[in-house]
């Protein structure tokens, strides 16, 4: 049964706007092309899966109702102008809402085919938010450098990157442009001294997250290794981009983020999780298979470790009591997507089924 959404539909769940990639990402395994090349007699070295492009498929059932939900609460003054530009977390998290509701709307309206009618005006209203180097914010400053406003642009650049995808629009790449040149590459050498010694990081935190003091040149988080969640962002904008100084900061961080002992630093696992999606884009576009290895690592680590029995997880590696996070269930569910896709390898397609069903439903109610 194809499913069309409603033209004037309510509210739905945002799920810190992060969820919409799972309703709305190419390459759920509900909606994902038959994997080639899985018989090792026929070939040892399984070809990936292809998504299947956006606007090629229409979901139903389950996945149809629960993208019209999530779609509709997209419509709530909360994530729409002039709200969404002064939410409740806009000073200590800058970018975070307003780069997670433009990537919400962006990939949401891809996948289903409907463009709300508030979508143009919404857009056109964020550079007149920007400070004077076009990104939320105070300038940066490198000797106090907050983890948590990068973490903010990490969803801001993938917005604005899926965006211009969408719709090829140069305005989008000069502010595209603009975040990298004034807020990540400016970074060269900081992220090599990011802050890894577990003794250094807080023991406690609240659901938000919260600066909790200075060490070197870092202004780091509860959310422990938030820095990490702008590198997906930086990613994708190289990809498109393709500078040679952007990649050799994203080298710089990649190199860092395997340097942290996840377990010790009691790393939030959202932040972990978003940094290994990042080293999956570089994968697909480098071929490099280090960077699958590791993710392939740090996912089986995340399943033992960090992983609730209903395949949710736990906010922060090394804290059962923790809570459990709509994001990083998302997070898990389009990294076994993508690691089943680049692998072949059925377990992680049976992860990724038992995510959707237990720890997205569980968050969905």
Request: hydrophobic share 40%; glycine share 8%.
């Amino acid at each position: 049964m194809e499913w069309r959404p409603p033209k004037h539909s309510r509210r739905t769940f945002l799920a810190q706007g992060a969820a919409t990639l799972a309703l709305s990402h190419a390459g759920c395994p509900m909606l994902a092309a038959v994997p080639h090349g899985l018989d090792p007699q026929a070939n040892p070295k399984p070809v990936p899966s292809q998504p299947v492009p956006f606007g090629s498929i229409y979901a139903g059932g389950d996945l149809a109702r629960r993208t019209a939900q999530n779609f509709s609460r997209l419509k709530d003054d909360l994530y729409c102008p002039p709200q969404i530009f002064r939410g409740t977390n806009w000073q200590s998290w800058p970018g975070d809402m307003e780069g997670r509701a433009l990537l919400a709307d962006t990939l949401l309206t891809r996948a289903t085919g409907h463009e709300p009618d508030y979508f143009p005006a919404m857009v056109a209203a964020y550079p007149a938010q920007l400070n004077a180097q076009g990104y939320f914010g105070p300038v940066l400053d490198l000797q106090a450098i907050n983890e948590q406003q990068l973490s903010g642009h990490g969803w801001f650049l993938r917005g604005l990157c899926e965006y211009y995808e969408y719709k090829r629009d140069p305005a989008t790449v000069a502010q595209i442009q603009a975040v990298i040149k004034n807020l990540a590459l400016p970074l060269r050498g900081k992220y090599a001294t990011y802050p890894i010694d577990p003794a250094l990081h807080s023991k406690v935190g609240g659901i938000d997250g919260s600066a909790t003091g200075q060490h070197g040149d870092w202004v780091i988080s509860t959310d422990t290794g938030c820095a990490f969640i702008f590198l997906d962002g930086v990613a994708h904008a190289w990809v498109l981009l393709k500078q040679p100084e952007l990649k050799a900061l994203i080298d710089e961080a990649i190199a860092r983020f395997l340097q942290v002992d996840l377990v010790a630093i009691k790393a939030q696992t959202h932040a972990t999780l978003t940094a290994m999606r990042a080293l999956l884009r570089v994968y697909a576009a480098t071929g490099d298979p280090a960077l699958l290895r590791e993710v392939q690592t740090r996912y089986t680590l995340y399943r033992t470790s960090a992983m609730t029995e209903h395949y949710a997880n736990y906010n922060w590696f090394g804290r059962p009591k923790s809570w459990t996070e709509p994001c990083a269930i998302i997070d898990s569910f389009i990294l076994a997507t993508e690691l089943w896709q680049n692998t072949g390898d059925p377990a992680y397609l049976e992860d990724a089924h038992h995510i959707w069903f237990n720890g997205i439903g569980r968050g969905f109610r």
